[in-house]
């Protein structure tokens, strides 16, 4: 079985646009919280680098919709790494609506690629993703991207 990092969340009305359903920049918001809390909670390291020279460049990022969320919906963002080169990582996320009754419903799938780069901000640079970052990473890789 594949692993991912969870981040949940609860719908909130200010999430939604006037005709109820949630408006689609939420769901990039959402990827950038949910990588955050897995920095926070596995890689506190790397948030100590990212307050040194250490900057994490977000180059690309989409998602795709299956099902319209409303305000109140149960949330599992779920994180796992897709790729991981020397200095980029690739992230993917699927939304999943968590049912009272323990059902879950994909209604979306999202990726994000980042880059990491260090130096002054008019001189930075590639740098190699943080070992810190690569040992968090590691149990996230889907079985189907293992070489």
Same mark, same amino acid.
């Given at each position: 079985?594949?692993?991912?990092?969870?981040?949940?969340? +609860?719908?909130?009305?200010?999430?939604?646009?006037?005709?109820?359903?949630?408006?689609?920049?939420?769901?990039?918001?959402?990827?950038?919280?949910?990588?955050?809390?897995?920095?926070?909670?596995?890689? #506190?390291?790397?948030?100590?680098?990212?307050?040194?020279?250490?900057?994490? @460049?977000?180059?690309?990022?989409?998602?795709?919709?299956?099902?319209?969320?409303?305000?109140?919906?149960?949330?599992?963002?779920?994180?796992?790494?897709?790729?991981?080169?020397?200095?980029?990582?690739? @992230?993917?996320?699927?939304?999943?609506?968590?049912?009272?009754?323990?059902?879950?419903?994909? +209604?979306?799938?999202?990726?994000?690629?980042?880059?990491?780069?260090?130096? #002054?901000?008019?001189?930075? +640079? #590639?740098?190699?993703? #943080?070992?810190?970052?690569?040992?968090?990473?590691?149990?996230?890789?889907?079985?189907?991207?293992?070489?």
């Amino acid at each position: 079985m594949d692993r991912y990092y969870e981040y949940r969340h +609860v719908v909130g009305f200010e999430e939604t646009n006037l005709v109820g359903n949630v408006y689609y920049v939420n769901y990039l918001r959402w990827q950038g919280r949910c990588r955050e809390m897995f920095l926070k909670e596995q890689a #506190p390291a790397v948030l100590a680098d990212l307050q040194d020279d250490l900057k994490l @460049f977000t180059l690309k990022v989409d998602c795709e919709f299956f099902a319209e969320i409303t305000a109140f919906d149960d949330l599992s963002i779920r994180m796992h790494l897709l790729e991981l080169a020397q200095t980029q990582v690739h @992230f993917g996320f699927d939304y999943v609506r968590l049912g009272a009754d323990g059902s879950e419903t994909l +209604v979306a799938r999202g990726s994000q690629r980042v880059a990491c780069m260090r130096g #002054p901000n008019t001189r930075t +640079v #590639p740098s190699r993703v #943080p070992e810190a970052l690569v040992q968090a990473l590691e149990p996230y890789l889907l079985a189907s991207a293992r070489g």
